[in-house]
């Protein structure tokens, strides 16, 4: 069952937004912040710089406001398990236009690469599936990314997927990181003038 | 529901849920409470709004969050045990200056006799504002409406968080002789 992991987080995450048309990003605390500002600033990614557990639930929000929209949560391990629950609570709500994918490394990259849950064998993607996600993925190979990524931006239902990367450190990069900024230039972003009325 | 309410305190959660609706408030998102059990009825039913059950307290800041993102208003509903599950989450709408309008309804206070919920019901207040939430608190039914309404304004209108408590001598006592009821 142990597949080795041969994925660079970097690139995942590279390749999935390269496809993310205009798609609304949140990010989770820590390394996802990190990848995502490496593939490029967008001023339609939110990057949560705290609020560890939360970003699940900030997607699950963003979605149901704006329904017509695609909704992509990049997240890691370490951060989902922390909100757990959020799945179950999304796939009760069934937004058509969520997708979540965690870049998982099996370990806590900020604190000193601890091992994960995920490390000793549990599986987010079979935990997605049993809340009730209508697409769950496990993904290991570059292969499987590719069939992964246009699913994500066009699965008719709440999606999930858990990439397999390997445990690398990688040089931090940097987004803002004053919250009100970041909040009120995504809704500028997405809300024109009306963010600000 | 186990609960005593006098006739003055029937009519509040249909006034609050109107409230809600003048207020433009979107999403609902809430952890039951027998409290608040008319007002998400009332929503569930409701088209407009999107009446979201969490398994914990703290999913609801985040999804206020998102919903803000995304242009919508939402709002809060919670048992006292549960503001102490929000803290950490409570601390990206400070520094988002995201606004947050909650809804507490409580425990541990007037009449209770369940020794658990006091610790927590007890330190609402203190816990919320600690965090930099401003909190309003309404223990006659008649004022459960107009404080909920200014809440709301000073959220969406200052971008602040905003609990409103309401304390359990408008909710009741529970009776602990029905057959059915959750600590």
């Known amino acids: 069952m142990k597949n080795e992991i041969t994925l660079d987080r970097r690139e995942v995450v590279a390749q999935i937004l390269k496809q993310r048309g205009d798609t609304l990003v949140v990010t989770g605390l820590g390394s996802t912040c990190w990848d995502a500002t490496a593939a490029g600033d967008d001023p339609r990614n939110f990057y949560v710089w705290g609020a560890m557990g939360g970003a699940t639930m900030i997607g699950l929000g963003l979605a149901l406001a704006q329904p017509t929209r695609r909704v992509l949560v990049i997240t890691g391990d370490g951060e989902i398990l922390m909100g757990l629950g959020s799945l179950a609570t999304v796939a009760v709500q069934h937004p058509a236009n969520l997708s979540i994918v965690v870049i998982d490394n099996e370990r806590y990259g900020e604190t000193g690469m601890q091992d994960t849950h995920t490390r000793s064998g549990v599986d987010l993607a079979g935990i997605a599936e049993a809340a009730g996600f209508p697409y769950s993925a496990r993904v290991h190979t570059g292969q499987e990314l590719q069939t992964l990524i246009p699913s994500l931006y066009t699965n ?42 | 529901m186990g609960n005593k309410n006098t006739q003055s305190s029937v009519a509040w959660p249909g006034e609050l849920f109107q409230v809600l609706k003048g207020a433009n408030i979107r999403q609902v998102a809430y952890v039951p409470d027998a409290g608040h059990s008319r007002l998400i009825e009332l929503c569930q039913a409701d088209q407009q709004i999107k009446a979201v059950p969490l398994t914990t307290e703290e999913e609801g ?51 209770e006799f369940n020794p658990w919920q006091i610790p927590m019901g007890q330190n609402v207040q203190r816990v ?56």
């Open chain 1, 156 to 197: 008719d239902g709440p999606t999930f997927a858990a990439v397999k990367v390997m445990a690398r450190s990688y040089p931090t990069v940097l987004p803002a990181r004053d919250g009100t900024y970041l909040k009120n230039r995504f809704r500028e972003a997405v809300l024109g003038k009306k963010a600000f009325e």
């Open chain 2, 128 to 183: 919320l504002e600690a965090i930099g939430v401003i909190v309003h608190q309404v223990d006659e039914a008649a004022r459960v409406a107009e404080t909920v309404n200014a809440a709301a304004r000073l959220a969406f209108d200052t971008s602040r968080m905003v609990a409103v408590i309401i304390s359990q001598r408008i909710i009741g006592f529970k009776d602990w002789n029905a057959t059915q009821g959750t600590p």
């Open chain 2, 61 to 111: 800041v985040a999804q206020l969050a998102g919903a803000w993102l995304g242009g919508e208003r939402g709002a809060l509903l919670m048992q006292s045990s549960g503001a102490g599950n929000c803290i950490n989450m409570l601390a990206m709408a400070s520094e988002c200056r995201f606004p947050m309008l909650m809804l507490v309804t409580m425990r541990g206070e007037w009449g």
